[in-house]
């Protein structure tokens, strides 16, 4: 890592910055004497009477205006898709229903505006009224992933990489299948905060077919418990393929990954309630998982499912001389009702929410609301990890080390617990009857990534972790901190203020933001730092100068009456003072 260093000679009025072991780069002498030379001692400080009762404005305004500012870089006025265009910078999709109110005034106001539509800070303060913590969460980098636009880029490499995989064939054992292009391909992913990225494909619907399993399964284990689900299904891969005659030891299906043990959990949701009341039902909870993005039906795909599907008939009928089902349920409704929920329609879009649904223990990320129990979804994953990747489970766990689930359509469910859900679509599988791309893209992903469920052992080979914010380095904060101060940089300021950098961090020299720009004469910086920030004006660097001393040195009036005014609003809130007591211990960098 490099060291930046700075050497300071006495009487000298020049300041070398060098970056180790880069060469040397010089700064403007009064500029660098003005950052580090030594005051000839603090300037008279009268003492101050204190005041009560000051008016203050509104926290809760502040926060937005600090906000906008922030958005719009210190401008009045910027256009509406400028606003759309930095939410989405941050994850946050137009169409999220926590924004709904926030959309519909923008486009009231586009629609009320003659030529471009412009948002200042009246319009603004009406948008996110409602909205304040969330924009606050996502302008601050608090979502999972924190600089989600760059995620997003090495998302599409990655998309864009796994687009030449030419290999696999289009299912056409189901004839409904054989009709999509196999130049088909989409990935979407949904982040338990509800940050959103599509590439490709993403709003061309397609069936569910074996995705739908662990959907199924989780709503079974929600309403009836896992006890009673798996008094009929087993927890075992099969090692078989997923369309076999095959059961184990006790006489059940192996798992609810593979075709029997899906027809099986169909008999036992809603078990006393008739075809339409259970698929209606199940269609509820998807539209819940997605939330409320598209969910559709082919019903084109449910008569084909139907009249090819001898194979699953005769699975069925095996099972029921091996009395799999629960007294009083009938095979042929049950196996009905499995061939519709594989022919439920999603988009990678929608698909990627469900998925995230799971990833953020059963509660939707963009609705808030509790759709599934923690514990169907954590023995959801469970199964998805161990059985859902057909006989390629094994493998799948080993490459990529998280929970799937694919289907013959050419979907794959990815889920990476606690951070994102991910749906890639494209149609030509491979000889098991998985998406080719889809799995090259989990492959790839995890490769980058560490999102494998064993990456994290200690000593193990780091790999990119987009959960991690950029310039996590306190140093590194403080030299940005410090250079945003000397450059009058207000914008950048306002950038570390929202993201929770703490503005009174010291340099070596014990130093502040508010000293470096009180000696620069920067009053804007000035205003921003007391009006907004609220720093503590009182602090002393290594040579006893407070900020307003510096400002006297090096005469600049104009601040020196701003921080005078300033002091006095600051001790009427703090108690009067007689040694500045600092915030945080001193941040030592080499200076």
Not at 140 to 150: C, S
């Given at each position: 890592?490099?060291?930046?260093?700075?050497?300071?000679?006495?009487?000298?009025?020049?300041l070398?910055?060098?970056?180790?072991?880069?060469?040397?780069?010089?700064?403007?002498?009064?500029?660098a004497?003005?950052?580090?030379?030594?005051?000839?001692?603090?300037?008279?400080?009268?003492?101050?009477?204190?005041?009560?009762?000051?008016?203050?404005?509104?926290?809760?305004?502040?926060?937005?205006?600090?906000?906008?500012?922030?958005?719009?870089?210190?401008?009045?006025?910027?256009?509406?898709?400028?606003?759309?265009?930095?939410?989405?910078?941050?994850?946050?999709?137009?169409?999220?229903?926590?924004l709904?109110?926030?959309?519909?005034?923008?486009?009231?106001?586009?629609?009320?505006?003659?030529?471009?539509?412009?948002?200042?800070?009246?319009?603004?303060?009406?948008?996110?009224?409602?909205?304040?913590?969330?924009?606050?969460?996502?302008?601050?980098?608090?979502?999972?992933?924190?600089?989600?636009?760059?995620?997003?880029?090495?998302?599409?490499?990655?998309?864009?990489?796994?687009?030449?995989?030419?290999?696999?064939?289009?299912?056409?054992?189901i004839?409904?299948?054989?009709?999509?292009?196999?130049?088909?391909w989409?990935?979407?992913?949904?982040?338990v905060?509800?940050?959103?990225?599509?590439?490709?494909?993403?709003?061309?619907?397609?069936?569910?077919?074996?995705?739908?399993?662990?959907?199924?399964?989780?709503?079974?284990?929600?309403?009836?418990?896992?006890?009673?689900?798996?008094?009929?299904?087993?927890?075992?891969?099969?090692?078989?393929?997923?369309?076999?005659?095959?059961?184990?030891?006790?006489?059940?299906?192996?798992?609810?990954?593979?075709?029997?043990?899906a027809?099986?959990?169909?008999?036992?949701?809603?078990?006393?309630?008739?075809?339409?009341?259970?698929?209606?039902?199940?269609?509820?909870?998807?539209?819940?998982?997605a939330?409320?993005?598209?969910?559709?039906?082919?019903?084109?795909?449910?008569?084909?499912?139907?009249?090819?599907?001898?194979?699953?008939?005769?699975?069925?009928?095996?099972?029921?001389?091996?009395?799999?089902?629960?007294?009083?349920?009938?095979?042929?409704?049950?196996?009905?009702?499995y061939?519709?929920?594989?022919?439920?329609?999603?988009?990678?879009?929608?698909?990627?929410?469900?998925?995230?649904?799971l990833?953020?223990?059963?509660?939707?990320?963009?609705?808030?609301?509790?759709?599934?129990?923690?514990?169907?979804?954590?023995?959801?994953?469970?199964?998805?990890?161990?059985?859902?990747?057909?006989?390629?489970?094994?493998?799948?766990?080993?490459?990529?080390?998280l929970?799937?689930?694919?289907?013959?359509?050419?979907?794959?469910?990815?889920?990476?617990?606690?951070?994102?859900?991910?749906?890639?679509?494209?149609?030509?599988?491979?000889?098991?009857?998985?998406?080719?791309?889809?799995?090259?893209?989990?492959?790839?992903?995890?490769?980058?990534?560490?999102?494998?469920?064993?990456?994290?052992?200690?000593?193990?080979?780091?790999?990119?972790?987009?959960?991690?914010?950029?310039?996590?380095?306190r140093?590194?904060?403080?030299?940005?901190?410090?250079?945003?101060?000397?450059?009058?940089?207000?914008?950048?300021?306002?950038?570390?203020?929202?993201?929770?950098?703490?503005?009174?961090?010291?340099?070596?020299?014990?130093?502040?933001?508010?000293?470096?720009?009180?000696?620069?004469?920067?009053?804007?910086?000035?205003?921003?730092?007391?009006?907004?920030?609220?720093v503590?004006?009182?602090?002393?660097d290594?040579?006893?100068?407070?900020?307003?001393?510096?400002?006297?040195?090096?005469?600049?009036?104009?601040?020196?009456?701003?921080?005078?005014?300033?002091?006095?609003?600051?001790?009427?809130?703090?108690?009067?003072?007689?040694?500045?007591?600092?915030?945080?211990?001193?941040?030592?960098v080499?200076?």
């Amino acid at each position: 890592m490099h060291r930046l260093t700075a050497l300071r000679r006495p009487g000298s009025a020049r300041l070398f910055v060098r970056r180790e072991p880069a060469a040397r780069t010089l700064l403007a002498p009064q500029a660098a004497r003005r950052l580090t030379a030594k005051a000839p001692g603090p300037a008279h400080r009268p003492a101050l009477p204190r005041k009560t009762n000051v008016p203050s404005k509104s926290p809760s305004s502040g926060v937005e205006d600090l906000l906008f500012y922030t958005i719009t870089e210190g401008k009045e006025q910027v256009p509406i898709s400028y606003f759309t265009s930095a939410l989405k910078k941050t994850g946050l999709h137009p169409s999220d229903p926590r924004l709904k109110d926030c959309m519909e005034e923008l486009r009231q106001a586009a629609k009320d505006s003659v030529g471009e539509a412009l948002m200042g800070r009246d319009l603004f303060h009406r948008c996110v009224g409602g909205n304040i913590v969330l924009l606050i969460q996502a302008f601050r980098k608090k979502f999972i992933i924190p600089e989600f636009d760059v995620f997003a880029q090495k998302i599409n490499d990655i998309y864009n990489t796994v687009q030449n995989q030419r290999d696999g064939r289009v299912a056409d054992y189901i004839p409904q299948l054989a009709k999509f292009s196999p130049d088909l391909w989409g990935v979407s992913l949904c982040t338990v905060d509800g940050q959103r990225h599509s590439v490709g494909d993403t709003k061309q619907p397609f069936c569910l077919q074996s995705c739908v399993k662990p959907l199924q399964y989780a709503i079974a284990v929600h309403e009836a418990g896992t006890e009673q689900v798996h008094r009929y299904v087993g927890m075992e891969p099969s090692g078989l393929k997923f369309n076999m005659l095959s059961l184990d030891d006790e006489d059940k299906p192996h798992n609810p990954m593979v075709n029997a043990g899906a027809i099986v959990i169909s008999s036992l949701i809603k078990p006393r309630s008739n075809k339409a009341e259970k698929f209606d039902y199940v269609m509820e909870f998807v539209k819940k998982m997605a939330g409320q993005e598209y969910v559709g039906f082919s019903n084109a795909m449910f008569q084909s499912e139907k009249e090819t599907g001898n194979r699953n008939f005769a699975i069925g009928y095996y099972m029921k001389e091996k009395k799999c089902f629960p007294l009083g349920a009938d095979m042929i409704d049950s196996l009905d009702f499995y061939f519709q929920l594989c022919s439920i329609e999603v988009t990678c879009e929608s698909g990627s929410i469900m998925a995230a649904t799971l990833a953020n223990g059963g509660i939707c990320p963009i609705t808030g609301e509790r759709v599934l129990s923690a514990e169907s979804v954590r023995n959801t994953l469970s199964l998805m990890h161990s059985c859902g990747m057909y006989d390629f489970s094994g493998q799948m766990a080993f490459h990529v080390g998280l929970p799937a689930k694919s289907g013959v359509s050419g979907a794959i469910l990815l889920v990476i617990p606690n951070v994102m859900g991910v749906m890639c679509w494209s149609p030509p599988l491979d000889r098991v009857g998985n998406s080719v791309r889809g799995i090259h893209f989990c492959q790839e992903l995890v490769s980058l990534f560490n999102f494998h469920n064993y990456d994290n052992l200690r000593h193990f080979v780091k790999k990119l972790d987009p959960r991690r914010p950029d310039g996590d380095d306190r140093n590194k904060s403080v030299f940005n901190l410090m250079f945003a101060a000397y450059s009058g940089d207000v914008s950048a300021l306002r950038r570390f203020a929202l993201s929770s950098m703490d503005m009174q961090l010291k340099d070596y020299d014990s130093r502040t933001a508010l000293h470096i720009s009180a000696a620069e004469g920067h009053i804007e910086v000035v205003k921003f730092l007391t009006e907004v920030c609220k720093v503590d004006p009182f602090v002393e660097d290594r040579w006893g100068n407070l900020p307003m001393d510096d400002a006297m040195q090096f005469g600049h009036e104009e601040v020196v009456k701003v921080l005078k005014d300033y002091q006095q609003v600051y001790r009427q809130h703090e108690g009067q003072r007689t040694e500045a007591s600092p915030i945080m211990d001193t941040i030592e960098v080499i200076v």
